[in-house]
């Protein structure tokens, strides 16, 4: 079940990622729609918040600390920004001197896509204890060497297409706040651009899943 929530939460925020080639209106009412499973996430995590209080402290569970909230607030950040911005759903009630103010356009542009950075990095350092209940359910209980040269050499050639889909939609000038109005990812096709995304997705879950491999890190 949460495995499959999770699914839904990555999808969902990959097509919001593509507001491009949406019409404003479903760009809005999937991004309020998102707020359910985000909300069903936490619920279904909640003795993580309850365990902040308890055991010993290292650098990891630090780390994967400031993630999580930093996970959160680009997440909050995001759902505000995008209602205050909203043209269709919220135009009654946001008056439109809010609504049409440029900073604001922004602060949502960079938020989302430091929750899509943040959202690859939540994934990857719970990849390696999803990846071992994957496998125990496959009942492979062992990889033989070429196997594993072949999973390292797809995360290779995975992360270096996720280098350069970050570079063709210009994500860290985005991430910087910089005012884009075209990037070379915007002249592809919509289900190219959400390609873009998934690549920027899986390279930030590779970092995050290196950052898991960290000595001492203990997942919930």
Request: aromatic residues 10%; glycine residues 10%.
């Amino acid at each position: 079940m949460s495995y499959l929530l999770d699914v839904l939460l990555l999808m969902m925020l990959v097509f919001e990622m593509t507001f491009f080639y949406l019409p404003p209106v479903l760009h809005e009412a999937v991004g309020v729609a998102l707020l359910l499973p985000i909300v069903w996430h936490l619920v279904l995590n909640r003795r993580y918040v309850s365990s902040l209080g308890r055991g010993r402290w290292n650098g990891p569970r630090g780390v994967r600390l400031v993630l999580n909230v930093l996970l959160a607030a680009a997440c909050l950040v995001t759902v505000i920004s995008g209602c205050l911005t909203s043209s269709v759903l919220f135009a009654d009630v946001v008056p439109f001197s809010l609504r049409s103010n440029p900073s604001l356009y922004q602060l949502h542009s960079t938020a989302a896509r430091c929750f899509l950075v943040l959202a690859g990095l939540h994934l990857g350092w719970h990849l390696p204890t999803w990846w071992q209940r994957w496998l125990l359910a496959a009942g492979i209980k062992s990889r033989p060497l070429p196997a594993r040269m072949l999973l390292l050499g797809l995360g290779v050639l995975l992360g270096a297409g996720g280098i350069y889909a970050a570079q063709q939609d210009r994500l860290i000038e985005r991430l910087q706040g910089a005012h884009l109005f075209m990037a070379p990812a915007l002249s592809y096709s919509g289900a190219g651009y959400a390609l873009t995304q998934v690549g920027i997705l899986i390279v930030f879950a590779e970092i995050g899943w290196l950052l898991s491999l960290w000595k001492g890190v203990r997942l919930k």
